[in-house]
Nanobody, 124 residues
């Protein structure tokens, strides 16, 4: 069974950091583009970042550039999203998703498999 599991979310103060993880089971991530998306209450989902299958290409939404860093460790079958300098507006459920044989894009419809999400709450 193909499965993506996110972890690492939590409650953090403004300016804090977290490292989100996306672990795959039932398949290898080697050939998949991985994207991170987020859904805040009352807002539409937003593509945050993506990374190509071998990690050579990354993309970020403007609002997180310079604060978030995506990386992958194919040996561990895991993709990470380091989130720094967090702001209250970063509060959302963060999802990872996998796309086979695609380009690194931030459109949800391009992705085939999705995790259940991890909650990130930024509040003082």
């Amino acid at each position: 069974q193909l499965q993506l599991v996110e972890s690492g979310g939590g409650l953090v103060q403004p300016g804090g950091s977290l490292r989100l993880s996306c672990a795959a089971s039932g398949f290898t991530l080697d050939y998949y583009v991985i994207g991170w998306f987020r859904q805040a209450p009352g807002k539409e989902g937003e593509g945050v970042s993506c990374i190509s299958s071998r990690g050579g290409s990354t993309k970020y939404v403007d609002s997180v550039k310079g604060r978030f860093t995506i990386s992958r460790d194919n040996a561990k079958n895991t993709v990470y999203l380091q989130v720094n300098s967090l702001k209250p507006e970063d509060t959302a459920v963060y999802y990872c998703a996998a796309a086979l044989g695609r380009l690194c894009v931030l459109e949800e419809y391009e992705y085939d498999y999705w995790g259940q999400g991890t909650q990130v709450t930024v509040s003082s």
